[in-house]
C-alpha cells in the first residue's frame, strides 16, 4: 500500500471514530434530556396532585361547615320552645304546615293553646317538619315554611306563635303548589315579624336543620301528624275540638 493510500486509510478511520464520538454525545444529551422532560413531568403531576388534595380538602371543609345550623330556641330534640322552661307541663306538637289535620288541630287549639303559655302552665314545643313536600308540586312547601319558622324562631321568637298560626290560616290545598317566598313573607311581616328578618327566608340558612330535624322525629317513632304529648305521652285525645285537649293539660298540670 503506498504512503497516499495509507493515509487515506487513516484519515477515513480518524473520521468514523469522530462521528461515533458525535453520535454518543447526542445519544447522551437526548438520554439526559429524556430525564429532565420526565422529571418535569413528574413534578407536574405531583403538584396536579398536591393541588387536588387541598381541593379535596377545601371540599370537605366546606362540607363540614355546611351542617345543620339550629335557631336559637331549637331544642336537642328539634323542636322550637316557647314558654317558661319551668312550666308544670310540656306540650309537643309535631306538624307540617302542608298537612290539612294540622290546620285543622291549629283552628281548634291554638287560642287555648296561646293562653296557656302567656300563663306560664306550658312549655310549648313545635316540631316543624317537612315530609310533605311531596304533596306540593315540586315547590317543597313543606321545608319552605318549616325554614321560614325556624328562621323567625332564631331572629324574632316573639312573633313565631302569631306566625304559626297564620300560615295554617292560610294554608294552601294539600297537593297545590302552596304559597310562594313573598307570600310566605307577607304573611310574616302582617304576624310581626321585622322585614329583615322576613327578607331573610330565602337564604334557607335552617333548612338542613329542618331536613335533619324531620329524619331525627321519625327515627323515634312518629308516624305522621299532628301528634301531640303532654309531659312525654302522646295525647290520644280528641285533636279537632276545642276543649279536650285543655282540660288534659290542666289536669296534667295538676299532678
Not at 68 to 80: N, S
Request: glycine share 8%; net charge neutral; proline share 4%.
Amino acid at each position: 500500500m503506498s504512503t497516499q493510500a495509507r493515509t487515506r486509510s487513516r484519515e477515513l478511520r480518524d473520521a468514523r471514530a469522530a462521528a461515533e464520538r458525535r453520535q454518543k454525545k447526542r445519544n447522551r444529551a437526548i438520554t439526559a434530556g429524556g430525564g429532565v422532560i420526565i422529571g418535569c413531568l413528574l413534578i407536574a403531576i405531583v403538584v396536579s396532585l398536591i393541588n387536588a388534595a387541598g381541593s379535596g380538602g377545601s371540599r370537605i371543609t366546606a362540607a363540614s361547615q355546611d351542617k345543620a345550623v339550629a335557631p336559637a330556641i331549637a331544642t336537642a330534640a328539634g323542636a322550637l320552645a316557647v314558654g317558661d322552661a319551668a312550666a308544670p307541663v310540656k306540650l309537643e306538637v309535631y306538624l307540617d304546615y302542608m298537612c290539612p289535620f294540622c290546620g285543622r288541630f291549629e283552628q281548634a287549639n291554638s287560642t287555648e293553646l296561646d293562653r296557656l303559655v302567656a300563663d306560664g302552665a306550658v312549655r310549648l314545643e313545635l316540631y316543624p317538619l317537612a315530609f310533605l313536600d311531596r304533596m306540593s308540586s315540586g315547590s317543597r312547601y313543606s321545608t319552605r315554611t318549616a325554614n321560614a319558622t325556624a328562621t323567625v324562631a332564631d331572629r324574632a321568637p316573639g312573633a313565631l306563635l302569631a306566625f304559626n298560626t297564620a300560615l295554617f290560616a292560610h294554608q294552601p290545598a294539600e297537593g297545590s303548589s302552596g304559597l310562594s317566598d313573598d307570600e310566605i313573607a307577607a304573611l310574616a311581616r302582617n304576624a310581626g315579624v321585622p322585614q329583615d328578618v322576613a327578607d331573610a327566608f330565602t337564604d334557607r340558612l335552617f333548612q338542613p336543620w329542618v331536613e335533619t330535624s324531620t329524619a331525627a322525629v321519625f327515627k323515634t317513632g312518629i308516624e305522621g301528624t299532628p301528634t301531640v304529648k303532654i309531659n312525654g305521652e302522646v295525647f290520644t285525645g280528641d285533636l279537632y275540638t276545642a276543649g279536650p285537649l285543655t282540660a288534659a293539660v290542666t289536669a296534667a298540670e295538676g299532678r
